[in-house]
């Protein structure tokens, strides 16, 4: 499925209650089925206690769950959205990524990002509070040591938060250090690291129009680097029949949303990537199916009508 040269792709239920195997079988077979391009995981591990945790309180690991449903659900890619190195080790994600590469064929992109501001009880609780304000240069650092050892160097390496001098990094990825990074976030910063060290953008409560303002800034900053534009994601909620809010989701009535998927095509977004709602198998599946037919099929019809006509158009 695809929605002019857009594809589509599914946060995994691995959180709520009702979420286990049942609930990622479900949602990875239904997507399959339909035709979907990638199934992805949200990264939390120890939320403090209120609001948040009614979100994020049940939740499965990240990567155990993304391995789970790679390993039974080959023709789907594999994705994070986004895991937060500074709440973690580089080091140890390292050989955990390059292990899910070798294991299940080279199928997963590796979204990454440097969390909220409101997200130091985390980090306290984690026992990484010191990173907190070091967050930022944590994941750039991150990133080049993960390419660094996938590459196969045995070379020193030497950050400000690791130093590697007598190692051995085996098995190598079978992509190598082409394992793709994307960056999550909203800010300038998000940006700029996406243009110099990533390869691609992820971005998450952006609308088309707060796309359609940030793509400009992401072009400049890519060009000052020289590197390839970057492949550009977008993470959305998906909520029939709600009014929009403060933040951005695909909201309304089936037209209404099917305007929106088709306005992220239309600008370039390489990949739409949606949360359902719902944990339990039987709402997965149902929300996963009425998405696909009341605003995945007509967006893909609207955006190639208006493409042949504008074909016609240029014709003469």
Not at 106 to 112: E, N
Not at 197 to 225: F, I, K, M, S, W
Not at 258 to 287: C, K, M
Request: hydrophobic share 45%; aromatic share 6%.
């Amino acid at each position: 499925m695809r929605v002019g040269d857009m594809a589509i792709g599914l946060i995994l239920p691995s959180k709520g209650e009702g979420t286990g195997p049942e609930s990622l079988d479900a949602a990875a077979s239904a997507v399959s089925v339909l035709g979907w391009n990638s199934v992805w995981v949200t990264d939390h591990m120890m939320v403090p206690a209120g609001d948040e945790a009614e979100e994020y309180g049940n939740i499965l690991e990240a990567l155990t769950a993304l391995t789970y449903v790679g390993a039974r659900h080959e023709r789907l890619q594999l994705g994070t959205s986004v895991l937060v190195p500074a709440m973690r080790d580089a080091p140890q994600l390292a050989k955990e990524i390059a292990t899910i590469d070798v294991l299940l064929g080279g199928r997963l992109t590796v979204g990454v990002g440097v969390s909220d501001s409101g997200d130091l009880a985390e980090y306290t609780n984690l026992g990484k509070a010191a990173r907190f304000t070091a967050r930022g240069g944590y994941l750039d650092e991150t990133i080049a040591l993960w390419r660094h050892l996938w590459s196969g160097s045995t070379a020193p390496f030497r950050g400000e938060h690791h130093v590697l001098e007598d190692f051995t990094f085996l098995p190598l990825p079978p992509r190598g250090a082409a394992i793709p990074i994307w960056c999550g976030g909203r800010s300038a910063r998000a940006l700029r690291r996406t243009a110099e060290l990533c390869d691609g953008y992820h971005a998450a409560q952006t609308g088309p129009e707060h796309l359609r303002e940030r793509l400009p800034a992401l072009r400049a900053a890519v060009e000052r680097t020289g590197r390839p534009f970057p492949t550009v994601s977008v993470r959305a909620r998906v909520k029939f029949g709600a009014r929009p809010g403060p933040v951005y989701a695909i909201v309304g009535d089936p037209a209404d949303m099917v305007a929106d998927v088709a306005a992220f095509a239309e600008q370039g977004v390489d990949e739409l990537i949606v949360v359902v709602e719902g944990s339990r198998p039987e709402q997965v599946e149902a929300n996963v199916g009425r998405f696909h037919r009341e605003v995945l099929e007509p967006a893909a019809a609207l955006v190639s009508r208006r493409v042949r006509a504008g074909a016609r158009s240029a014709a003469g």
